[in-house]
């Protein structure tokens, strides 16, 4: 049952027959709900944020964005249904905010809750045992600060509790809540250019997420790797005129995690790779050269290629008329051995006031795609505005 769950959960494996080349491998992990992009913004631009101009959803991203916002404070609520051609109730809810202490330093918070719908659990014998709604959530605290006038750095703790089966008994076994403490690190860069007759602002980002303990779910079961991902962004904001911008970003991620070895079928040795069952930091510093790697036609293994193979693309588009209404695109690109997520996605952002809107909807490359038709709302509510009007 725990190991069905992990899979509806998942936002990796979407793989199809008939279109694999090399060999598939994809790196497992648990709570992988907290890879799954949690505003409508970074959504509707293909999954990028690294390095993007500042928001109110920067926790998620890159927090050090915060300390470059021009409002002091603001709060956001996303909601997003996911996998509805799998299950009909299952939805992610993110809610975020950050403060400004003054001009060099920012806190931040964020709450991500995840629910896997109405299960009913049986036995062996397919007797219902009672239902449970399987849920994860993680609770953020993060504090950002400005080094020089360009540079910024910030650190989030964050507390995860994955629940999947209510204590219940999974075959023999006792069952419990897996829970995991872990961390941020994050750094943003960002400079005004000049494009000739145009203003532009070029800006790099990097977020090394979730640098945790590994989690289980029964006493017995080996500890798995929580979804440790590097991403590394840059962004470039063009400015046509007074009424109109555009800007173009890239991120790049890797998650750090050891890629599972190929054994031996008949002993269960490891041929090629890696053992996995190694401590966080060893698991993160091997994750880069650990692959079993593709064999080539010479009948020797690259694993050079592999690993060049678990780095997503991302790409996204933005623009704004008036810094009031947005129209944004984007690209995701997972390699085919790797899970195979290949998606554009669109949106549109709205300002009124005191409140901000966006949309966004997901439209994967090929057909039966789990995550087809996949909608993201988020609306988001400044203190500064507020302040200005209620006077």
């Known amino acids: 049952m725990i190991l069905f769950l992990g899979v509806i959960a998942s936002s990796s494996a979407q793989i199809t027959t008939g279109e694999l080349t090399g060999e598939i491998n994809v790196i497992q992990s648990a709570v992988p709900f907290l890879s799954i992009a949690p505003d409508s913004r970074a959504g509707a631009m293909g999954d990028v944020g690294a390095a993007t101009s500042p928001d109110i959803n920067s926790q998620h991203w890159n927090p050090a964005k915060y300390v470059f916002m021009e409002g002091q404070g603001g709060v956001a609520l996303s909601y997003t249904p996911w996998l509805r051609r799998l299950i009909p109730d299952i939805n992610l809810a993110y809610l975020v905010f950050y403060k400004k202490i003054d001009g060099l330093q920012s806190i931040s918070g964020s709450l991500r809750y995840f629910s896997l719908g109405n299960i009913v659990f049986t036995d062996v014998y397919g007797t219902a045992q009672g239902q449970f709604n399987p849920n994860e959530f993680a609770i953020d605290a993060g504090y950002s600060r400005l080094f020089t006038d360009n540079f910024s750095g910030a650190i989030v703790f964050r507390f995860i509790r994955s629940d999947l089966t209510g204590g219940k008994y999974v075959g023999d076994i006792d069952s419990k809540a897996g829970i995991a403490f872990a961390a941020d ?140 209404f947005a129209i944004r695109g984007g690209y995701f690109h997972e390699n085919v051995n790797k899970g195979n997520r290949k998606y554009f996605s669109l949106g549109v952002g709205l300002r009124l006031n005191i409140f901000e809107l966006d949309f966004a909807y997901l439209i994967p490359t090929y057909q039966n795609n789990p995550l087809a038709n996949t909608l993201r709302f988020t609306l988001g509510f400044d203190f500064d505005k507020y302040r200005s009007n209620s006077r």
């Open 185 to 324: 690190l994050s750094f943003y860069y960002t400079d005004k250019i000049d494009l000739g007759s145009k203003d532009g602002t070029l800006s790099f980002g990097t977020n090394i997420a979730n640098m945790g303990n590994k989690i289980s779910y029964t006493e017995t079961q080996e500890p798995s790797f929580i979804p440790i991902n590097w991403r590394l962004g840059g962004n470039l904001e063009v400015e046509l005129d007074d009424y109109n911008s555009f800007s173009f970003a890239l991120d790049l991620n890797k998650l750090l995690v050891p890629t599972p070895p190929i054994l031996n079928d008949t002993t269960d040795e490891i041929m090629y790779g890696k053992d996995p069952n190694v401590s966080v930091p060893l698991g993160m510093f091997r994750s880069f050269f650990d692959a079993p790697g593709y064999e080539l036609e010479n009948g020797k293994r690259s694993v050079f290629r592999e690993e060049l193979s678990e780095i997503t693309y991302s790409a996204g588009i933005e623009y704004w008329y008036r810094d009031q």
